[in-house]
């Protein structure tokens, strides 16, 4: 017994070398994975710990500072733990004998109950700093007003200054921090709640029925930031998906001309669009300068101005927009837009002036 | 102590018919036969959740995976969570308190035993209408929905307008129910700790696990009332025309999420204070030493339970309030940590120094703190209200109340499971099995719970029945999933071992663990009147003095 007090705890408790090996190659890929990926640069990733604007930036400094602490107590008592478990065993050596019986100890516990509240004090006074910094930022003067709306499974944004609506693709300037120009979301509902977030640009706000919240974001890099809805709102939260492209300002100002534009008129899709006029589609959806003006649904004045369709569910391309208005559940079962019970020829008709709608 | 037994010739089950022992579990107000009857339901619904979290799971195992329709996800994580949280977790608490409290007191039955076969039959039938959405959710001509509004069921989601047909009626009508039982469990909890102690017993001399229960039965009083005033005011407005959540008429979404986060957060501790009721009565007496810093472990208590009900809009810190009351939230919250910590600190105190037995029970113990120590550290970091702008609504969330609900409670659960087994059955369970449940389970659990966090700092949202491939997110949902394997096997293997050793396992003593409180010195188990002859105490440890004459317990 006094010889086997001499090993170390943890080396008892793995059952041979071999098998050691193996843990330690297990526990090795799985701690380096979860680095590889928070270290990945992919865009695709929409990793909290990559900010690329301003309030992400704030929220990820204070985060590495909550999770610094954490991690400190976490060694403190884990370790005592540890101790705790292996040290005091009962053992043949210890016998039947009961321990002596302790009670308590005030100086003991007052000190770990003082720590702690020294703690939060800091962590506290730490958080209500960036609370302050992030939520009560001035508005500048050249800052880009978008309202978003949120809708069943899609996103409505509207540029008030710039005169345009468009979905799902918000498209912002990128934000010189010597200059910034970052942009203001108003956040709207038009059912039930949901919540605008893209990780990497900022935190979550909710879109909430009867009451306009608001976020910012300055990011400072152009590129593709993938988001999605947060907040549970339906059948098809899931494939409620959220882009934000970040442009250059050249390539914003170009964008805004464009989709200033009212819609185009080609000759080849005159038939489409007297299917499109004519049937159920103008009740939901506006095409600018047309007599759709349905509300329902996302504008489609430059349906081909955009990447993805159906709130980021599909790619924007012919197959996918043929199948998307024969039988929306294909694509996105439960979604509120209802198959169009077209006939082929219609069919590609519509799709044919869906396609000019540049 | 009182070992002896008294005859009575009309109990004798053994002679009776099949229909009589039914009728007998039926009618009863036997607190201990109550106790047993909550355990099972809340059992019964573990494995139906159980069976729901497994059907979540294996949706996520793939992107874009084709198991279940979006409409049918949704309406289990509805279920799950409802299911768990009122149905099995409420149940089995109160299980354990009903068959416990009296027993430690030295009291032969609860306060009011009427009061409490009624408040477990409501709660039984709670659960039944909640399930009957499943076949009466449209009103009975077209079968086979249920409430699809998720646990929280957030306004407007509620509203006629989104949610037709009667899915949601079941669901707030259950719950309206239940919650009429949780009340009636919690009056009686209180009265029954507070009148029918037995002599000597002062309030400085309950075991902490009736100081648990006490703080637990007075918190259930307050937490419930808003959650039953929410749903008549949703029943009002899905049945009468009202207004209050209805947002096209110009209710409020807010206004639902404060009165049920007022009830939602309090009842985290609700459930989460008879978890630490069980490690303080089970790591003592397996460390073979009293728990360390009474006084403080019952003031940390009461502390707990009262910043608890000043936190709850730390569940709304993405819904616009201002900056002022973020702040405010985030401090107080982050005040729920000190009590907290100190209880932790003492429960090692309590270890320190002793002589630790590992029996399964404790194992169970042991993983608690570890797995509580981590879930109040991620609850640490969602209080910082900026951290929390990222990780609220994500998986983050769900893994860190996971920990918390799973990784504390369930664990505490199944630690008293196994400590109480003994004295509620007469016999022991078999100790190997035990060990291989718990072992399975911890790996089980940390498979599926460790790695949830990831996907959520990685942008995954909660309540998605698929996402899309390329985000970083497959690996980690993979592994998730293959856990939720190694945590059914061990709940199968402890339904098994509970079930086995109930007919045929060792038969035990009255006091199998060598313990210290009042119910280990009746009989296993124990008569129906619980004592012959009503114990008189004088220290918080009666069967220590007993044992340890000349080294009687402190005494206060």
């Not at chain 2, 709670?126 to 449209?138: A, P, R, T």
């Not at chain 2, 005040?335 to 029996?359: A, D, E, R, S, Y």
């Not at chain 2, 003095?545 to 005494?555: F, Q």
């Amino acid at each position: 017994m006094r010889q086997a007090r001499n090993f170390h705890p943890l080396q008892a408790a793995l059952p041979s070398t071999t098998g050691k090996r193996y843990v330690a190659l297990a526990v090795l890929s799985l701690l380096v994975w979860p680095v590889l990926t928070f270290a990945s640069e992919s865009p695709a990733i929409p990793n909290i710990f990559r900010p690329a604007s301003t309030p992400a930036d704030e929220i990820h400094t204070i985060s590495r500072f909550t999770l610094m602490i954490t991690a400190l107590i976490f060694a403190v008592v884990f370790s005592l733990l540890v101790y705790v478990v292996f040290r005091f065993r009962r053992t043949a050596a210890t016998g039947d004998v009961e321990p002596p019986q302790v009670y308590g100890s005030n100086q003991i516990e007052l000190a770990w109950t003082v720590i702690p509240v020294l703690i939060v004090l800091v962590l506290f006074l730490a958080t209500a700093r960036v609370i302050h910094s992030v939520q009560d930022a001035p508005r500048p003067t050249g800052a880009l007003e978008v309202t978003a709306v949120g809708h069943q499974y899609w996103w409505e944004f509207r540029y008030p200054s710039l005169g345009i609506v468009t979905a799902n693709e918000l498209h912002i300037p990128v934000s010189d921090p010597a200059s910034p120009s970052p942009t203001f979301l108003k956040l709207l509902s038009a059912d039930t709640d949901h919540s605008f977030w893209v990780p990497l640009l900022a935190g979550k706000t909710d879109l909430i029925p009867n009451r306009a919240n608001s976020m910012w974001m300055d990011p400072h890099q152009t590129g593709l930031y993938l988001g999605q809805c947060a907040q549970y709102c339906g059948t098809q939260h899931a494939k409620m998906l959220l882009r934000v492209y970040v442009d250059s300002p050249d390539k914003f100002k170009a964008w805004v001309a464009s989709q200033k534009q009212p819609a185009r008129t080609d000759a080849v899709a005159a038939d489409g669009r007297k299917i499109f006029e004519q049937t159920a589609c103008v009740n939901c959806h506006a095409v600018a300068g047309t007599v759709a003006d349905g509300q329902f649904g996302p504008d489609l004045t430059h349906l081909m101005s955009r990447d993805t369709i159906a709130s980021g569910a599909a790619s924007n391309t012919h197959e996918n927009l043929k199948l998307w208005i024969r039988d929306p559940d294909a694509v996105k079962p439960g979604s509120l837009m209802p198959a169009m019970n077209l006939n082929e020829r219609d069919l590609n008709a519509l799709v044919v002036y869906l396609e000019s709608l540049r | 102590m009182s070992t002896e037994s008294i005859v009575l010739t009309a109990v004798q089950d053994a002679s009776r018919s099949w229909s009589a022992i039914v009728h007998g579990w039926i009618t009863t107000v036997d607190h201990k036969r109550i106790g047993i009857l909550y355990i099972v339901l809340a059992l019964v619904f573990l494995v139906i959740g159980g069976m729901e979290a497994t059907i979540l799971r294996i949706q996520l195992i793939v992107p874009h995976n084709h198991f279940v329709s979006p409409q049918f996800f949704n309406q289990m994580f509805t279920m799950h969570g409802t299911t768990m949280i009122f149905f099995v977790a409420m149940p089995i608490l109160f299980g354990f308190g009903n068959y416990l409290i009296p027993l430690m007191i030295g009291a032969r039955d609860m306060a009011f035993p009427r009061v409490n076969a009624w408040s477990f039959w409501l709660t039984a039938f709670g659960g039944m209408l909640l399930y009957f959405s499943f076949i009466g959710g449209y009103g009975l001509y077209g079968a086979g929905a249920a409430p699809d509004v998720g646990w929280f069921a957030y306004a407007p989601l509620t509203a006629p307008a989104f949610s037709v047909g009667h899915s949601t009626d079941f669901w707030t009508l259950g719950l309206l129910v239940s919650g009429i039982g949780s009340i009636g469990a919690a009056v009686n909890f209180v009265a029954t700790i507070l009148c029918m102690r037995c002599p000597g017993m002062s309030l400085g001399r309950m075991p902490l696990l009736v100081w648990l229960n006490l703080v637990m039965g007075s918190m259930v009083l307050f937490v419930i009332s808003p959650l039953t005033a929410a749903q008549i005011m949703l029943a009002v407005d899905r049945f009468l025309g009202g207004h209050f959540f209805d947002t096209q008429a110009g209710g409020s979404a807010v206004l639902w999420m404060h009165f049920f986060w007022i009830f939602g957060h309090p009842e985290v501790y609700v459930l989460v204070i008879p978890a630490f009721a069980f490690i303080s009565e089970i790591v003592p007496v397996f460390s073979r030493k009293p728990i360390f810093g009474y006084p403080i472990m019952v003031a940390a208590t009461v502390g707990i339970g009262f910043v608890s009900f000043g936190v709850w809009a730390h569940h709304m810190f993405t819904v616009g309030m201002n900056s002022y009351a973020n702040s405010f939230f985030a401090l107080t919250t982050m005040v729920v940590g000190v009590p907290t910590g100190i209880k932790i600190f003492n429960w090692i105190g309590t270890m320190w120094g002793g002589q630790l037995q590992f029996k399964t029970p404790l194992l169970f113990c042991i993983g608690f703190l570890f797995q509580f120590l981590i879930a109040g550290l991620t609850g640490i970091m969602l209080a910082c209200t900026p951290f929390n702008w990222q990780l609220s609504g994500s998986y983050f969330v769900v893994a860190h109340f996971h920990y918390v609900i799973v990784g504390a409670i369930l664990f505490a659960l199944f630690g008293a499971f196994y400590y109480w087994f003994p004295k509620m059955s007469g016999r022991m369970y078999n100790e190997t099995l035990g060990k291989l449940h718990f072992w399975l389970f911890v790996i089980g659990f940390h498979l599926t719970f460790d790695f949830m966090h990831i996907p959520g700092l990685l942008g995954m949202p909660r309540r998605i029945y698929t996402y899309e491939p390329g985000r970083g997110w497959e690996l980690w949902n993979l592994i998730c999933t293959i856990g939720v394997f190694f945590q059914g096997i061990a709940v199968l293997i402890f339904v098994a071992n509970l079930v086995r050793s109930w007919f045929v396992g060792k038969l035990v003593g009255n006091d199998p663990w060598d313990a210290w409180t009042l119910e280990w010195s009746t009989s296993s188990p124990p008569p129906e009147y619980n004592f012959a002859e009503i114990p008189v105490v004088s220290s918080r440890r009666p069967l220590w003095d007993l044992k340890h004459p000349e080294d009687p317990d402190l005494d206060v």
